[in-house]
């Protein structure tokens, strides 16, 4: 995957991490898994929204 335009291998990564701390009982590296799958989502969003702005400038 050359272009990580959808956030999914940041995800992927954040839900390891976050399992890891829990399992660990490490609360900082629970954390940093869920701050990291918040990351992917965000990318979604964005490339979602830039896919909707190329949409409306197709169609005006």
Same mark, same amino acid.
């Given at each position: 995957?050359? $272009?990580?335009?959808?956030? /999914?291998?940041?995800? /992927?990564?954040?839900?390891?991490?976050? *399992?890891?701390?829990?399992? *660990?009982?490490?609360?900082?590296?629970?954390?940093? &898994?869920?701050?990291?799958?918040?990351?992917?989502?965000?990318?979604?969003?964005?490339?979602?929204?830039?896919? $909707? /702005?190329? &949409?409306?400038?197709?169609?005006?």
């Amino acid at each position: 995957m050359a $272009s990580d335009k959808h956030g /999914i291998k940041d995800k /992927i990564a954040g839900k390891l991490k976050e *399992t890891e701390g829990k399992v *660990t009982n490490d609360k900082t590296r629970e954390g940093e &898994g869920k701050l990291q799958k918040l990351k992917g989502k965000v990318k979604d969003e964005v490339n979602d929204l830039k896919e $909707s /702005i190329k &949409g409306n400038k197709k169609e005006g």
